[in-house]
Nanobody, 126 residues
Framework: EVQLVESVGGLVQAGGSLELSCAAS????????ICWFRQAPRMAREGVSC????????YYVESVKGRFTISSDNAKNTVYLQMNSLKPEDTAVYYC???????????????????WGQGTQVTVSS
């Protein structure tokens, strides 16, 4: 059974930092890509960042480039999202998601992902 378990998010002040983790099990880690999505109230789910577990290639949505870093520890089957210089507009429920294969030009499309974590709330206060 495939499982993705996100760490607990939290409340942080604008300009602060927070790291999320996603522990994966039930599939061959190296054959997948694992990505982070977020969804704010009344907004569509947005692709934030993605990493290829085989090559380590990373992808970011423009709004988080230079502030967020995705990384992985393949020995622990865990993906991390380090979020720095957080802004109120980063407030959302964050989800990790997994799909077979390497990320492509459409990595940010939620419909491409078969497996999802339960989501974790990140709130950035101004």
């Amino acid at each position: 059974e495939v499982q993705l378990v996100e760490s607990v998010g939290g409340l942080v002040q604008a300009g602060g930092s927070l790291e999320l983790s996603c522990a994966a099990s039930g599939f061959t880690f190296d054959d997948y890509r694992i990505c982070w999505f977020r969804q704010a109230p009344r907004m569509a789910r947005e692709g934030v960042s993605c990493i290829s577990m085989s090559s380590g290639s990373t992808y970011y949505v423009e709004s988080v480039k230079g502030r967020f870093t995705i990384s992985s520890d393949n020995a622990k089957n865990t993906v991390y999202l380090q979020m720095n210089s957080l802004k109120p507009e980063d407030t959302a429920v964050y989800y990790c998601a997994a799909a077979a294969g390497k990320p492509g030009s459409s990595w940010y499309r939620a419909v491409e992902y078969d497996y999802w974590g339960q989501g974790t709330q990140v709130t950035v206060s101004s």
